[in-house]
């Protein structure tokens, strides 16, 4: 039993990492863009700009989530399901 828990949370921890690489890459391209971005605009305009591009990243994070998810069965393919048959 202890190696089935070990086995299935290495896989789920190997699934999860995913999610957290496409979050963090997304997030660091952002901060990129906008860091030392100097504009004419408004804060207000510049405000909105901002939230709207946010918006935008955490609807492509939320994407990419999904699918990764449709095509690993949340992690399943991967190894991330618990054996039942052992218990």
């Not at 086995?7 to 952002?30: D, G």
């Not at 492509?60 to 052992?86: C, K, P, V, W």
Request: with cysteine.
């Amino acid at each position: 039993v202890h190696r089935e828990w070990v086995r299935f949370s290495n896989s789920l921890k190997t699934h999860e990492v995913l999610h957290a690489q496409n979050s963090y890459r997304a997030a660091s391209t952002l901060l990129k863009k906008i860091s030392g971005t100097k504009t004419s605009v408004p804060c207000v305009r510049a405000k909105a700009i901002v939230e709207e591009a946010t918006s935008t990243l955490i609807n492509r994070i939320s994407d990419f989530d999904r699918q990764l998810d449709r095509e690993t069965n949340h992690g399943a393919t991967q190894g991330a399901y618990l054996n039942m048959s052992i218990w």
